[in-house]
């Protein structure tokens, strides 16, 4: 399917799958090499919509990378990792804002 109705299915705008692709967290699986046209197809639908639910919970692309190249149970450790080191830094913000 062309890049419009996947933005479209998978909820994540056409410049968001521009940017995916040139970082290798979702390439289009295949670009017209005439006019550059990306095409997607419908088994990029679940990692699409993964890549979106973490990046709607502020997850940062290099770590959303990371976690997409990994197992689904070091995948959850990484999550799990990544979350616990948020919230000791933003803990530490707080004690240093009530000093």
Do not use: N, T
Not at 31 to 58: E, H
């Amino acid at each position: 399917m062309g890049i419009g109705e996947f933005a479209r299915l998978s909820r994540v705008s056409a410049k968001a799958l521009r940017r995916y692709g040139e970082l290798g967290l979702l390439p289009p699986s295949r670009v017209d090499p005439g006019s550059g046209y990306r095409w997607y197809s419908a088994g990029q639908l679940d990692r699409a919509r993964l890549v979106a639910a973490l990046r709607q919970v502020c997850v940062p692309l290099a770590q959303i990378k990371i976690i997409l190249d990994l197992e689904p149970a070091a995948a959850a450790e990484q999550l799990d990792a990544y979350w616990a080191g948020a919230e000791a830094d933003h803990a530490a913000r707080r004690e240093l804002g009530y000093r």
